[in-house]
């Protein structure tokens, strides 16, 4: 039983050292459907993809509350493999399994599929999905959940509806309202976006999500010294909010490098399997003539992502400022062996290797 506890203390710590002693403990027939539900509720928060074999596993367990939380895990992982097991899972025997497997497939419209038993129960699932959210017309919670399905499915007009409506119907509740503003930022409704944002603070002034969703609208607008303050407050409200230190450190590059690199590296330290965040601190350092570092960074994500291209070409950059030239080389045709490597992308390296070798 400590043990047990050991591991759930770090699954909601987001420490991963341990991931294969949970999966292991997933894997095991005689566990506590209780203990095992929790494990996949929390390695969500995972993104480690070896995770994703045994959460697929998971969706045939003997528990309809296991198998309805995998069908949720399953939805941030959309591959074909994940994908034909959701679409089994829209025909299972729990009704909360079909419905969660039916919220993971928001984005997938059902009249996109070739299959007619696929689209006949994907359809089935959703309409118990819609039925279960509309039972109680009071319930400010439903009416969120709908609009987060909608939200995911691209229909933004339909989300923002139903985030107002949840919010009418208990207004202090901040999640609908960043919903909201987050959908008519998608409609172009800046103007609606920031109305819900400020609404949202008027409540809970320093809720991180509002803050942070307010600091991109403030960048949007070209108000920096607003969108700065309104990033920082987020941060300080979750200073594991990664997406808010990125963002921030973007902000501030033409301010100052420093602060772009302390920034960046906060966000690289909480998500180091998020190439996007390790190739723009290498960008960063670069900038400030730390060449080593930076290429040490991007050498990391090419292993790790090799089809994150944008790493190649900064990395070959690098070694061209630094003379390296058959290392650059090198990295150039890595990339040009690649048979997914976007034609524009193909023929700038093209040019670049002709004009190393001349």
């Given at each position: 039983?400590?043990?047990?506890?050991?591991?759930?203390?770090?699954?909601?710590?987001?420490?991963w050292?341990?991931?294969?002693?949970?999966?292991?403990?997933?894997?095991?027939?005689?566990?506590?459907?209780?203990?095992?539900?929790?494990?996949?509720?929390?390695l969500?928060?995972?993104?480690?993809?070896?995770?994703?074999?045994?959460?697929?596993?998971?969706?045939?367990?003997?528990?309809?509350?296991?198998r309805?939380?995998?069908?949720?895990?399953?939805?941030?992982?959309?591959?074909?493999?994940?994908?034909?097991?959701?679409?089994?899972a829209t025909?299972?025997?729990?009704?909360?399994?079909?419905?969660?497997?039916?919220?993971?497939?928001?984005?997938?419209?059902?009249?996109?599929?070739?299959?007619?038993?696929?689209?006949?129960?994907?359809?089935?699932?959703?309409?118990?999905?819609?039925?279960?959210?509309?039972?109680?017309?009071?319930?400010?919670?439903?009416?969120?959940?709908?609009?987060?399905?909608?939200m995911?499915?691209?229909?933004?007009?339909?989300?923002?509806?139903?985030?107002?409506?949840?919010?009418?119907?208990?207004?202090?509740?901040?999640?609908?309202?960043?919903?909201?503003?987050?959908?008519?930022?998608?409609?172009?409704?800046?103007?609606?976006?920031?109305?819900?944002?400020?609404?949202?603070?008027?409540?809970?002034?320093?809720?991180?999500?509002?803050?942070?969703?307010?600091?991109?609208?403030?960048?949007?607008?070209?108000?920096?010294?607003?969108?700065?303050?309104?990033?920082?407050?987020?941060?300080?409200?979750?200073?594991?909010?990664?997406?808010?230190?990125?963002?921030?450190?973007?902000?501030?590059?033409?301010?100052?490098?420093?602060?772009?690199?302390?920034?960046?590296?906060?966000?690289?330290?909480?998500?180091?399997?998020?190439?996007?965040?390790?190739?723009?601190?290498?960008?960063?350092?670069?900038?400030?003539?730390?060449?080593?570092?930076?290429?040490?960074?991007?050498?990391?994500?090419?292993?790790?992502?090799?089809?994150?291209?944008?790493?190649?070409?900064?990395?070959?950059?690098?070694?061209?400022?630094?003379?390296?030239y058959?290392?650059?080389?090198?990295?150039?045709?890595?990339?040009?062996?690649?048979?997914?490597?976007?034609?524009?992308?193909?023929?700038?390296?093209e040019?670049?290797?002709?004009?190393?070798?001349?």
């Amino acid at each position: 039983m400590l043990r047990r506890a050991e591991l759930i203390d770090q699954a909601r710590k987001h420490d991963w050292k341990r991931l294969p002693e949970m999966l292991d403990e997933l894997k095991k027939k005689n566990n506590d459907p209780v203990y095992k539900n929790s494990l996949v509720r929390l390695l969500r928060g995972c993104d480690d993809e070896s995770k994703l074999p045994v959460i697929l596993e998971m969706l045939r367990d003997a528990s309809p509350l296991v198998r309805s939380s995998a069908a949720s895990a399953l939805g941030d992982h959309i591959t074909p493999e994940s994908l034909k097991a959701l679409l089994a899972a829209t025909a299972d025997e729990s009704r909360l399994v079909r419905i969660r497997s039916a919220v993971s497939l928001a984005a997938l419209p059902p009249d996109q599929l070739q299959n007619n038993r696929d689209r006949r129960n994907l359809n089935g699932a959703i309409h118990d999905f819609m039925t279960a959210m509309t039972a109680r017309g009071d319930d400010w919670a439903s009416y969120a959940n709908v609009g987060n399905f909608y939200m995911d499915r691209g229909d933004f007009a339909a989300a923002a509806g139903y985030f107002e409506t949840a919010a009418r119907l208990e207004p202090r509740q901040i999640g609908p309202l960043v919903n909201a503003a987050i959908a008519y930022e998608n409609l172009g409704r800046t103007d609606k976006a920031e109305q819900r944002l400020l609404q949202a603070l008027k409540y809970e002034g320093d809720n991180a999500a509002a803050n942070f969703n307010l600091g991109l609208l403030r960048g949007e607008q070209k108000r920096l010294p607003e969108a700065e303050a309104a990033l920082r407050k987020a941060l300080k409200a979750d200073p594991q909010m990664h997406q808010a230190a990125y963002n921030l450190g973007v902000l501030l590059a033409d301010k100052s490098l420093d602060q772009a690199v302390e920034w960046c590296q906060k966000a690289h330290r909480l998500r180091p399997d998020n190439p996007k965040y390790a190739h723009t601190l290498a960008f960063y350092l670069r900038q400030k003539g730390d060449g080593d570092s930076a290429v040490e960074l991007l050498r990391q994500v090419i292993r790790r992502d090799p089809f994150y291209w944008d790493s190649y070409l900064l990395l070959g950059q690098i070694y061209e400022d630094q003379r390296e030239y058959q290392r650059a080389t090198a990295v150039y045709r890595d990339a040009l062996k690649m048979e997914q490597l976007p034609n524009a992308l193909r023929q700038q390296l093209e040019t670049k290797v002709r004009a190393i070798e001349k």
